[in-house]
């Protein structure tokens, strides 16, 4: 944090105390805060787990894209952080339930190559949240604890409230002994009426005095008091500083003992008529006419261009010891404006001045072309409507109170930008006097110190990175790679390297162009980033990519991510009104088993690759024969099911639906079964992941469809008008064009839309994919019921639930298996009860006993499936049923 110009304590911290603080002070921050390393979270403390309602383990070691609601929303984020280098803005993340948030965000300078910050805070329009505060008795002792030297904190009476560790080895007491004890039993301050600063620390024990700094304390009235052994840092460090060098009233350091001039400004040499550095050495009195050679504040008579004048004149002490002042005056007569202000209009840095009352006087043009505001719109205004609105009044009237009190005031000060974004910058606010030592104006100077870090940090992501992707180069796998193995060997995971190599994608540049491929290759990536949190991409060739892949426990799951990989390729990409589609061969080895060296798995990934381009575009090789079997086996199910397809080895199953209070059966649920020439009749749940990473689960939505649809036709015309419901996916729906067919189907077998309900996952609501939504409104004014599945599972979206043409929801399955636990019992009473004010139906799904039935009536659930009444029923036997 910037210090205040005057302020000349440094903390007494070794190398370990000083690692504790930023741990004690990264956790305290109210302002959220994330480190992340190649788009993966690294650390987060406690106010981001509050911002995005999420724990701890569900945000450390996530892709930070997991924080968006949207990918499309990723890739703005994406784009502005890293690409464009804004510094602030604001995002919009998404929180659990569909649930969306705005929030500010500072993207900080890099902690170190490829190691991130991201500061967020909520949006003061948009996301505001309540403000938590935190109990200063838990704030305070894991902040002192990490200080290596003496702290007190002293509440209003002088009583002494804490002591940290140093503090009681310094006075000699052990425990808590100091707490309780009257601040003057163990030493005398200098100045005890002030209420921060530096001050001289006489101990009772007859110790030599010590430096010491007041602070604000955790409570009002309060004070922290801080020693250090070493001396303050001198004066000179501050004179250097623009603050003292430009600032509008003459200023100067004179040595306490014999009133030496150390260091002068520009506006005390344009006074005195004198070259700064001709001020320097010269005794004060040379300066002044009166003889008056005490060190006091007041209206001094001073010598300046051959004349003198009349000026007020404050004089402050640098330290404790009081030996360095710092004396500041006012302009040369009553009459003559203390300021000209047109100085500051051609300033670099952004300058506002008011009057006497905090009325808006001038802005300079960075301040104009900084916030986009101009002075017609300010001038006479107070102080405030040049903010943001994120801080109080309460905030405006302790500004003003510094100022007049003191006559300065530095602290963050929030903007409101062209776009509406807020962000803050350090303002500098000093007064400014007449001769006769009335206030007339006040000059405020902003200063934004991380545009030049910011500038360095874009060039370091875009040094590790690659830039038309954004991927991260090789060396960011290698760097992960090793953080990870320790973790992996503890836990018994595997790791696993694969290299992907694009097949014949120089054909497509040559007949596209590059421009085109160079889209296609950026969709490529987002895709692959997108496809598995388990995944970590880089580009380390034209068409050639690294992956990383962590976090899994069995062989198995190593072989399913790599065909995960493999699999998100093969759907077509769109640039402009192209579509391409590409195959992609891939070569992987695995850590431990294939090797444990990073060089040594890129090697052996890099071998597979070249078996693999042998075998022919697409191909898949591992390095580990059983792995390679493994995928041929899932190759095999997946060849098998394109042949069910073919050889019409898909059948529907019904099961009713009651009324469990009559016991009358009011509709059917469909479920898919694959009639397997090997395995029997397998469940869709157990082919469907399949069908999805090998392309055939839109074929086979189709045709399940124009099964369900023909058999409840067939009933219809036998007079059993009972309602179906089938399972969609939002895949199915977005890319599926899956109302079309069902529309289609609808026509051809003359069945009413109403007869079709369509059982969609809770994505379905918290997705905003113009398609999908578009879909769903076709549906539901084609008069096709829609149902929300899984419900209870996670927070219900309320909103999204109003927002979206929903007609029933569907318990899930886990809630009705454990209803007599009381959590459960609880949820469901809460669903029902939002069901009904939303106007919604509920089923319950999965009743297996009488116990459970019972229950489910008593709390007003009427409409219920499972064994309890039959199982899936083949569609002849379920007609005898009906």
Not at 165 to 186: D, I
Not at 215 to 242: I, K, M
Not at 507 to 522: C, M
Not at 649 to 676: K, N, S
């Amino acid at each position: 944090m910037p210090r205040e110009p005057d302020d000349l304590f440094v903390p007494d911290l070794t190398e370990g105390a000083e690692a504790g603080l930023y741990l004690s002070l990264f956790e305290l921050m109210n302002e959220g805060l994330i480190i992340a390393s190649d788009e993966t979270i690294l650390e987060v403390n406690s106010a981001v787990c509050r911002l995005l309602e999420r724990s701890y383990r569900d945000l450390a070691g996530q892709p930070l894209s997991s924080l968006f609601p949207t990918e499309r929303a990723f890739l703005k984020a994406r784009g502005a952080l890293f690409i464009q280098g804004e510094m602030r803005g604001s995002l919009r993340v998404g929180l659990p339930g569909g649930r969306e948030r705005d929030l500010s965000y500072v993207a900080a300078a890099r902690i170190r190559p490829g190691v991130h910050a991201l500061i967020l805070s909520p949006d003061p329009v948009t996301g505001l949240t309540p403000n938590v505060q935190r109990a200063a008795d838990a704030v305070w002792p894991r902040l002192a604890a990490a200080l290596d030297q003496a702290a007190l904190v002293v509440d209003a009476r002088g009583k002494i409230m804490a002591a940290n560790a140093p503090a009681r080895r310094r006075f000699s007491r052990e425990g808590g002994a100091l707490t309780g004890l009257p601040l003057s039993a163990l030493c005398t301050i200098s100045d005890p009426a002030r209420e921060s600063g530096p001050v001289t620390v006489t101990p009772t024990d007859g110790a030599p005095a010590m430096h010491g700094r007041l602070l604000a304390g955790p409570e009002p009235g309060w004070q922290v008091l801080l020693l250090s052994a070493s001396s303050p840092v001198a004066a000179v460090d501050t004179r250097a500083s623009q603050v003292f060098r430009h600032a509008p009233q003459a200023m100067l350091v004179v040595r306490g003992s014999d009133h030496t001039i150390l260091a002068a400004n520009d506006m005390a040499a344009t006074m005195h008529g004198r070259e700064r550095s001709a001020l320097i050495g010269m005794r004060l009195s040379t300066l002044r006419s009166d003889t008056v050679s005490t060190l006091v504040s007041g209206n001094w008579q001073w010598l300046g261009g051959g004349k003198a004048f009349s000026a007020h004149t404050q004089a402050q002490a640098l330290d404790g010891a009081h030996s360095e002042w710092l004396i500041v005056h006012g302009g040369a007569s009553a009459s003559a404006s203390p300021v000209d202000f047109d100085i500051f209009s051609t300033n670099a840095r952004a300058v506002i001045v008011t009057d006497a009352e905090h009325k808006i006087l001038s802005i300079n043009t960075a301040f104009a072309t900084l916030t986009g505001l101009d002075i017609h719109a300010l001038r006479g205004k107070p102080l405030a409507d040049a903010a943001s609105g994120r801080q109080d009044d309460a905030f405006f009237e302790r500004l003003q109170s510094s100022l007049g009190a003191h006559q300065a005031w530095q602290g963050e000060f929030w903007l409101r930008n062209r776009k509406g974004e807020a962000f803050p910058e350090w303002l500098s606010f000093n007064s400014v006097h007449s001769a006769d030592g009335a206030t007339v104006a006040h000059i405020g100077l902003f200063s934004d110190l991380s545009a030049r870090k910011q500038a360095e940090a874009r060039s370091d992501y875009l040094v590790n990175h690659d830039a038309m992707t954004g991927l991260p180069k090789a060396h960011f796998i290698r760097a992960r790679f090793t953080e990870l193995t320790p973790g992996a060997l503890r836990k018994q995971q595997h790791l696993a390297l694969a290299f992907v190599d694009i097949d014949q994608f120089k054909q497509i540049n040559t007949a596209h162009g590059t421009a085109l491929g160079d889209q296609v290759l950026q969709q490529f990536a987002t895709r692959i980033r997108q496809c598995s949190p388990r995944i970590q991409l880089a580009r380390v060739g034209s068409d050639r990519f690294l992956a990383l892949i962590h976090g899994v426990e069995l062989l198995s799951d190593v072989t399913r991510e790599v065909h995960a990989l493999h699999d998100a390729i093969k759907a077509p990409f769109k640039a402009g009104q192209v579509s391409v589609t590409l195959t992609a061969s891939l070569g992987a080895a695995v850590f431990p088993g294939d090797g444990a060296d990073f060089d040594e798995l890129c090697a052996l990934a890099s071998a597979a690759l070249e078996r693999a381009r042998l075998e022919g575009p697409g191909a898949v090789r591992f390095h580990t024969d059983e792995l390679n079997t493994a995928s041929f086996e899932q190759a095999a199910l997946e060849r098998s099911l394109a042949h069910a397809l073919e050889r019409d080895e898909l059948a529907m199953y019904f099961q009713p639906v009651v009324d469990a209070q009559t016991g009358c059966i009011i509709a059917a649920e469909a479920l898919l079964r694959w009639q397997h020439p090997d395995m029997g009749l397998v469940p869709a749940h157990q082919f469907l992941p399949i069908a999805q990473s090998a392309g055939l689960d839109l074929e086979i939505g189709r045709q399940a469809l124009r099964m369900v649809c023909g058999h409840a036709a067939e009933w219809h015309q036998a007079g059993q008008t009972i309602p179906v419901a089938i399972g969609a996916t939002e895949h199915m729906l977005t890319y599926g064009r899956l109302q079309e067919t069902l529309l289609e189907v609808l026509a051809e077998t003359g069945l009413p839309a109403s007869a079709i309900e369509l059982n969609l996952p809770e994505s379905c609501l918290t997705q905003d994919h113009g398609d999908l939504i578009k879909a769903l409104y076709a549906l539901d004014n084609a008069g096709v019921r829609l149902a929300i599945t899984g419900v209870g599972a996670t927070p219900l979206p309320l909103a999204r639930l109003r927002q979206r043409p929903v007609h029933r929801l569907k318990l899930d399955r886990s809630l009705i298996r454990d209803m007599a636990n009381a959590d459960n019992h609880s949820v469901l009473a809460a669903t029902l009860a939002a069901s009904a004010a939303l106007g919604l139906r509920l089923q319950a799904v999965g009743v297996e006993s009488i116990e459970q039935q019972d229950a489910l009536l008593a709390l007003g659930c009427h409409r219920q499936q499972g064994r309890l009444f039959a199982a899936p029923l083949a569609p002849d036997d379920f007609a005898q049923l009906l």
